[in-house]
Nanobody, 124 residues
Framework: QLQLVESGGGLVQPGGSLRLSCAVS????????IGWFRQAPGKEREGVSC????????KYADSVKGRFTISRDNTKSTVYLQMNSLKPEDTAIYYCAADMFGLCVLKASEYHYWGQGTQVTVSS
């Protein structure tokens, strides 16, 4: 069974950077589109970014465009989310999710496998 484990979250000051990792096991990452989502307290889960199985296509939410970069290393079975110029409104639990050969879409219902999440807090 496919398993996803997020890491790299933490407390950072506004304007700072973090790199989240999503480690995949149980099946080859080569077959999966990966999405990053986040959920802040009292808010719905929202799509942040996604990347196709080949890495040839990516997508970003307007709120993070130009600040976040998604990438993948299939040899390490890991997908990354580099987050720069962080803002307090980026504070949330960040989840990675997988869909076999799925389209790169920022819609949670399209993803079938989910990690447990990692907390990101942006505060001075």
């Amino acid at each position: 069974q496919l398993q996803l484990v997020e890491s790299g979250g933490g407390l950072v000051q506004p304007g700072g950077s973090l790199r989240l990792s999503c480690a995949v096991s149980g099946f080859s990452l080569n077959y999966y589109t990966i999405g990053w989502f986040r959920q802040a307290p009292g808010k719905e889960r929202e799509g942040v970014s996604c990347i196709t199985s080949s890495g040839g296509s990516t997508k970003y939410a307007d709120s993070v465009k130009g600040r976040f970069t998604i990438s993948r290393d299939n040899t390490k079975s890991t997908v990354y989310l580099q987050m720069n110029s962080l803002k307090p409104e980026d504070t949330a639990i960040y989840y990675c999710a997988a869909d076999m050969f799925g389209l790169c879409v920022l819609k949670a219902s399209e993803y079938h496998y989910w990690g447990q999440g990692t907390q990101v807090t942006v505060s001075s």
